[in-house]
């Protein structure tokens, strides 16, 4: 069996992954292959699908490029996660979509307008009056693609709320209610197969994201039962083959849905909790493409 990684173009964080993927896959008597996402790995041409690299058995996609992915598939490949999956998760909005009407608990939340002008008029505004009015303040305003941290925004006054909102306006955004029982702290949930593999919990007392800059620290979660069987939940709803789940924490402690990384860095999980997530993840994908 042999399997291909494709990455983006800066490897940067995945370079942890990347190592233990082949570490865990040798063992297993697989070989990998990796290749950035330059933008000359596909082409439609003579009305077809052509890639530059030879047939692998299975992709181990580590980018978040929809097209590429959809054109693997395509052609038959099968991808780890898969296309629909990845989208489903990097679009914050479709997260928060598709996990409603399921006992889910999640912050209030609205979907932004989408803007095309290129002048910003005062009626273009006024529905931030009724953010305000359904989410009070503070509230928080989240461009719908990102992470780390990125493009997350704490908003404690209508004036700062119009400045924000007036920079990214012509990006999908997203407005949510605010936690303040969890700020600064969040659970990540790992889960692989529709099943939870561990948990820990993220800190920083320097900021309200816990996994923003440098300041961030975590431990392995203790009396993991409630959360635990709320990822699982989310798990089998979304039928997920590999993603790390966030949680806030609500009144009492209760599990409130943040968002969901289908492309869930590990190092430190590894460290955390003891957990050997690259073996697991290996003996998952050989086991689903074997059959």
Avoid: W
Avoid at 138 to 146: A, D, S, T
Avoid at 241 to 268: K, Q, V
């Amino acid at each position: 069996m042999h399997g291909l990684i494709i990455t983006n173009q800066e490897l940067g964080h995945n370079k942890y992954k990347v190592k233990r993927f082949n570490e865990e896959f040798f063992k297993l008597g697989v070989s990998l292959d990796v290749l950035k996402n330059d933008g000359s790995l596909a082409i439609i041409k003579n009305n077809s699908i052509e890639f530059s690299f030879p047939k692998y058995d299975f992709v181990i996609y580590l980018d978040k490029d929809i097209y590429l992915a959809k054109e693997l598939e395509k052609n038959g490949y099968r991808l780890f996660n898969r296309a629909d999956f990845i989208k489903l998760c990097d679009d914050k909005m479709l997260t928060n979509i598709a996990c409603s009407n399921a006992g889910i608990k999640m912050p209030k939340t609205i979907g932004g307008p989408l803007f095309y002008s290129n002048e910003i008029k005062e009626e273009n505004l006024t529905f931030l009056d009724k953010v305000i009015s359904e989410l009070g303040l503070p509230l928080i305003l989240k461009r719908v693609y990102g992470s780390l941290g990125e493009g997350v925004h704490l908003i404690h006054s209508k004036e700062e709320l119009i400045k924000v909102y007036s920079e990214y306006c012509r990006q999908p955004l997203q407005f949510q209610e605010y936690i303040p029982t969890s700020y600064g702290r969040s659970i990540r949930v790992l889960v692989m197969d529709e099943e939870v593999v561990g948990a820990f919990v993220r800190y920083n007392a320097d900021d309200f994201r816990s996994n923003f800059g440098n300041t961030a620290t975590s431990k392995k979660l203790e009396n993991c039962g409630r959360y635990y069987d709320f990822a699982s939940k989310i798990a089998k709803l979304l039928k997920i083959e590999y993603a790390g789940i966030d949680l806030l924490f609500g009144e009492d402690e209760e599990p409130i849905l943040c968002e969901i990384n289908s492309n869930a860095f590990f190092e430190e999980f590894e460290k955390v909790t003891g957990i050997n997530v690259a073996e697991k993840f290996a003996k998952m994908v050989i086991s689903k493409v074997g059959k």
